[in-house]
């Protein structure tokens, strides 16, 4: 993976992207060029029932998986998540999250990830799988467009779209 492309996602969403500052999401990426996605607890984030809202597991679930399958790809290349699917595995409330993604298998067209989520005491807390754009699945790649900026325990898959 191109260090310049890791530090372009890395500017684009800690230094741009409106939601990480509104939620307090930071991303970085491990030696295996997996998108980590950190988020201290919030109380803003809870729901009426003082957890944290399953909404949050999903976006940084996205986040980890759309990241993880971008930095697989250049700059001329746009993702959109096309299909993504969450499997809440467990409550959390008044503690730290964090998404990992893992791209499973790259496409020319799609790709596909998988994101755990874990809770600060390193439980899973979410899953989701994640499939970039490859004919079928989650995250398409598609064409840069002007003025776009390309760039729990829970575990998801989803797949993610791209056209380069």
């Known amino acids: 993976m191109s260090t310049r492309r890791i530090a372009e996602l890395l500017h684009t969403f800690n230094e741009v992207a409106p939601i990480a500052r509104h939620f307090g999401m930071r991303l970085s990426y491990n030696e295996e ?3 980590i996605v950190d988020l201290p607890y919030n109380p803003n984030l809870d729901h009426a029932l003082d957890g944290i809202h399953g909404g949050v597991y999903a976006t940084m679930l996205d986040t980890a998986g759309w990241f993880t399958a971008a930095a697989a790809h ?18 959390a409330a008044h503690t730290s999250l964090q998404a990992i993604g893992r791209l499973i298998k790259r496409g020319r067209r799609q790709d596909v990830a998988e994101m755990h989520l874990y809770d600060g005491q390193g439980r ?14 989650y995250h398409p790649a598609l064409p840069r467009r002007q003025g776009v900026s390309g760039c729990a325990a829970a575990v998801v898959v989803a797949s993610v779209g791209a056209k380069c």
């Open 124 to 137: 899973l807390v979410g899953h989701r799988g994640h499939q970039p754009d490859s004919g079928s699945g």
């Open 74 to 91: 250049d700059e001329s290349c746009w993702l959109a998540t096309a299909e993504m699917s969450v499997h809440f595995l467990a409550p």
């Open 33 to 35: 060029d997996q998108a």
